[in-house]
């Protein structure tokens, strides 16, 4: 029976990626009309599910830090809009004749946002690493401990005492560490990142905590260290395949009654309140405007975390039964609503640009830009390995060059290594628009999302940058949308690279005595 629910997903997957959705939405809508036909999950696909949010989950924790996480903003906000979004939702509960207790739970779950989707946007902008995307993740983690309060109290169990020693876990970080500094086979890197997640899970579960909180954790062990997205890669074929069984049992829920479907509209009517107290908290809290806006339309959706605490109150009679149902056709049709809308959110951005900003506090905000980027005439974007060597290069000929990136701690990397580096979110139109540049000859934009480079290239246009802009891509349709968009010239490694490996093997072919490890070495300079 599993090569049904594997051709309904890939058949949806694809109907919805030609109409420019993200895949899940259709993984969604394929649960939900394998359920109309009578289709139940079973325990392998349940158990796939539950394996997809750990790895996901793991992933994440490899990109952040708690010292970024445990911050008065994100407390503040995060806190702050579950006791409100609480205060909202438990009325309404009331009125559709849930008692007292059962309206608190559901609301104070209704107002957790969704890590998986989260996540997921934050990966495919490679920006869980930006200031908003750190700051989304903290509240996400927020809320998840309130989860697993709301589930201890419901009968999830209480978390063992011995549970504190857990927080001795930093301790094998330098371990781990070095462990990963003695790998260098592909497919171990990714057993490792397998291994460690499933161990952190298994680990927090045997002291009655979350699994997936232990799997973020083990992530969290691994943060700051280059090599951490070396695992983060290899693992994503595979955190991706068996999300897709997660996302398919949302849909496996199915349908509720009749007054179920009224409460479920009533609470999408109410999912812009959420964006809109979001948003004001973040300014509140003296966020940016722009950074309120992609924090928020990245938290608009209800969470996986209000089905995973619901169905252990209903296994304990705290609420009642076709409640699961509801709430998973809640959350269902919240991440077909914000699918479209993430990947629109810098459009939408520029066009309520005026009208966000009138919330902006006048104060010094936490993640300060840059004005000024001091005698610098080349600018490189994004600094990984290719966009260290375009500075090491520059620097070796005397060239006055500074970067520029979003993860910090890749900036403190490069400024521990002697670079430059400064922090900047290059979609930000304020940021070119108050940043001096006319001393900059040539911009070189060395990141690997396409979406990213494109909005970049256009928006550096857009602010009357008239100077050389490079792009670095892997393919040549990519290249053809970076021109269209400004670009002075685009470099593709991989074409270059094969075309110098035939300028080799030509000249090789006309020498009597090829020099073959001259011709090598060079290669590798």
Known sequence: MDIIWIGFAFLFGFLVSRIKLPPLVGYLIAGLVLAAFGYEPGDMLHEIAHLGVIFLLFTVGLHIRLKNIIRFDILGVGLTHLFISTLIFTPILLYFN??????IIIAITLGFSSTVLTAKNLERRN????????????????QDLVAIGIIAYTGGGIPSVWGLSLFALPVVRPVLIKFLGTIK???????????????????????????????????????????????????????????????????LTGFPSTSGFMMILIFLLLLPLKSILFYLLFMAFKLRARTGFLATVSLTAYSEFTLIAGVVAVSNGFIPEETIVILGLLVAISYAINAPITLKEESLWKKWHSLLTFFERDVKHPEHQPISLGLAEFLIIGMGNAGRAAYDKLKEEKKPVVGMDIDPDRIERNIASGRRVIYGDIQDTDLWSNMELSKVKSVMIAMGNESVKENA????????????????????????????AGASAVSIPIKEAGERLAELSADLNNQQEPKISLEVKKSND
């Open 457 to 484: 290239t256009k928006t550096l246009r857009a602010v009357g940058f008239e100077g050389l802009i490079y792009v670095l891509t892997m393919r040549e349709e990519e290249a053809e949308k970076m021109q269209a």
């Open 185 to 251: 086979d592909d497919e171990v890197w990714m057993l490792f990142g397998l291994g460690l997640a499933l161990g952190g899970a298994s680990l927090f579960e045997a002291f009655n905590l979350s699994g997936e909180l232990g799997a973020l954790a083990a992530g969290m062990l691994l943060a700051s260290d280059e090599r951490a997205d070396e695992i983060a890669k290899k693992m994503w074929g595979v955190k991706e395949a068996f999300l897709v069984a997660f996302f398919l049992e949302v849909g």
């Open 98 to 103: 849930f008692d007292i207790q059962a309206a």
């Open 127 to 142: 920006e869980l690493g930006a200031f908003y995307g750190r700051t989304a993740i903290g509240i996400l983690i927020v």
